[in-house]
Structures are given as structure tokens and as C-alpha cells.
């Protein structure tokens, strides 16, 4: 079992930046890709970034040059960094881990980000 807590949403004003992070612990050494999702209000989840344990990394388009995702092995931490932010950004954030076991996969339990116009 992998556990996974995400700290650092919060409110900003539109244009400003936040880093949320995502603690892994447990059996970190079956995770193999990351990523960050997001659900806005009344919206399914979507897609918001990922990387590979090879470092490789895709966003969505929305978020594309705004956004950057990465890695922390040796802190066992995932980051998402989140610049130029816009109203449409607010949503609910979850990290998500990508497993080689069974359940072969975990969510945290989202950290709230909202930007204000």
C-alpha cells in the first residue's frame, strides 16, 4: 500500500502561483508514474499533469507552459508548480500514484486550490 498526502492549495488571485506538494510513504518502491489531477465542481476528473519514474513528463493542454511537474526521489515527494494561475484553475487537486501491485494504484485525499478573479 502506498499512503499519499498533498499540502499547499489554497486561495490566490489570478496571476499568482502556488506549489502543491504530495508526500508518498508506504511501498513507494512499487510506484512507477505520478501525476496530478483535478475536479472541478459538477466536472469529472481530469488530467492535469504526470511524470514517469524515468522522468518523463505530458500536461494537459489548459495547463501546458503554465504548470510544471516533477519529482523528488530522495524525499519520496511529488510537486506541482502552478504559475500564472486563472479562475478556471480552481478546482480540487489529487495526486495519484501508478502502482506495480495490487491495487495497482492510490489517491490522496485533494487539497483545495482557488483563484479568485
Known amino acids: 500500500q502506498v499512503q499519499l498526502v498533498e499540502s499547499g492549495g489554497g486561495l490566490v488571485q489570478a496571476g499568482g502561483s502556488l506549489r502543491l506538494s504530495c508526500a508518498a510513504s508506504?511501498?513507494?518502491?512499487?510506484?512507477?508514474?505520478m501525476g496530478w489531477f483535478r475536479q472541478a465542481p459538477e466536472r469529472q476528473r481530469e488530467l492535469v499533469a504526470r511524470?514517469?519514474?524515468?522522468?518523463?513528463?505530458n500536461y494537459a493542454d489548459s495547463v501546458k507552459g503554465r504548470f510544471t511537474i516533477s519529482r523528488d526521489n530522495a524525499k519520496n515527494t511529488l510537486y506541482l508548480q502552478m504559475n500564472s494561475l486563472k479562475p478556471e484553475d480552481t478546482a480540487v487537486y489529487y495526486c495519484?500514484?501508478?502502482?506495480?501491485?495490487?491495487?495497482?494504484?492510490?489517491w490522496g485525499q485533494g487539497t483545495q486550490v482557488t483563484v479568485s478573479s
Open positions: 511524470i514517469t519514474s524515468g522522468g518523463s513528463t
Open positions: 495519484n500514484a501508478d502502482l506495480q501491485l495490487p491495487p495497482y494504484g492510490s
Open positions: 508506504g511501498s513507494i518502491f512499487t510506484i512507477n508514474a
